[in-house]
């Protein structure tokens, strides 16, 4: 298992927490309009990503992450990897 793989075994699991309405959840699926998480949704999320990765995402970083896929690699790069 690669670490692009590990990161996305746990990021479907922090989405599947928030996933209040069971949506099914692929690399290109969308926070604000698939999901229809609110901002508040999203912060709590990120902050749970935050503290399972131990990064920091900025809010202007926060703001240009629009799909899963796209999260699993900003957190890839965060870590440095």
Do not use: H, P
């Not at 793989?5 to 746990?10: A, C, G, L, N």
């Not at 990021?11 to 508040?40: C, H, M, P």
């Amino acid at each position: 298992m690669t670490d692009r793989d590990e990161r996305k075994s746990k990021i479907l699991g922090l989405v599947a927490e928030f996933n209040k309405k069971g949506i099914a959840v692929a690399e290109d699926t969308r926070f604000a309009q698939d999901l229809e998480w609110d901002s508040l949704t999203v912060m709590d999320f990120v902050a749970a990503v935050e503290d399972e990765f131990d990064i920091i995402i900025t809010m202007n970083r926060a703001a240009e992450i629009e799909t899963v896929g796209s999260l699993i690699d900003a957190v890839g790069e965060l870590q440095g990897q």
